[in-house]
């Protein structure tokens, strides 16, 4: 089962992701995940990378989807995976496409998670991070320099993104994105969900989803 999961900043994309891979044996790749995995394995530009990483800059596409193919090549992901927030972009979209053609896969499910630009700034400004294993949560449930309860080796912060202009990416994300969703919804089944409520009633809504949609997925 190969899904991936596309949504507005602060939708909620990365916790309904691991749900995913738990219920599911899946592979959770963000897009941070997978820059980071370049990192640690020492890419050729994997300083190039970092320094991307720590001010908040955009890796180039071409450069990203080579990443993207080689880690959906790795053994750890042949039973399946999530890919959370990419594409980005209609040429991402496209080389996505190309790409899965090229190694043999496909997309079984896209998800379009949506949410109203209010709730994205008010979630996105409320948001904590783990920098080590990505848990996210809320100031609601925890404060900032809290030790991260999954993996206890790093302290809970603000997302560097988060701070940054929010509105700018969501006005990216309404004009850029959807042109993306749409490329691969030409191609594989898509379907939305609302992110409006709790992370439960989310997953509810997407457990609907996938049921329907069991029958025509790959494993």
């Known amino acids: 089962?190969?899904?991936?999961?596309?949504?507005?900043?602060?939708?909620?994309?990365?916790?309904?992701?691991?749900?995913l891979v738990k219920t599911r044996g899946l592979?959770?790749?963000?897009?941070?995940?997978?820059?980071?995995?370049?990192?640690?394995?020492?890419?050729?530009?994997?300083?190039?990378?970092r320094q991307a990483m720590?001010?908040?800059?955009l890796i180039p596409d071409s450069l990203m989807l080579e990443l993207v193919q080689f880690r959906l090549c790795e053994e750890d992901v042949q039973n399946g995976w999530v890919l959370d927030g990419f594409p980005r972009t209609y040429p991402q979209a496209e080389g996505l496409i190309d790409?899965?053609?090229?190694?043999?896969?496909?997309?079984?499910?896209?998800?379009?998670?949506?949410?109203?630009?209010?709730?994205c700034i008010a979630r996105a400004?409320?948001?904590?991070?783990?920098s080590q294993c990505n848990y996210t949560t809320s100031t609601c449930q925890a404060q900032v320099g809290d030790t991260c309860p999954q993996c206890s080796e790093c302290q809970l912060n603000h997302r560097n993104d988060d701070q940054l202009d929010v509105e700018g990416r969501l006005s990216d994300y309404h004009n850029k994105t959807i042109m993306a969703i749409g490329a691969l919804g030409n191609l594989y089944p898509l379907v939305t969900v609302d992110a409006d409520g709790t992370p439960d009633q989310v997953w509810t809504r997407i457990l609907e989803v996938l049921n329907k949609h069991s029958g025509c997925m790959s494993g």
Not at 54 to 57: G, I, L
Not at 99 to 118: A, N, T, Y
């Open 54 to 57: 720590d001010s908040c800059q």
């Open 1 to 19: 089962m190969n899904i991936v999961i596309i949504g507005p900043q602060g939708c909620g994309k990365g916790t309904q992701s691991s749900r």
């Open 125 to 130: 400004c409320k948001r904590l991070v783990c």
């Open 27 to 49: 592979t959770h790749l963000s897009s941070s995940d997978i820059l980071r995995h370049a990192i640690q394995n020492n890419h050729s530009q994997a300083a190039e990378i």
């Open 99 to 119: 790409l899965l053609q090229k190694i043999g896969q496909q997309i079984d499910l896209v998800i379009e998670m949506q949410l109203s630009r209010e709730l």
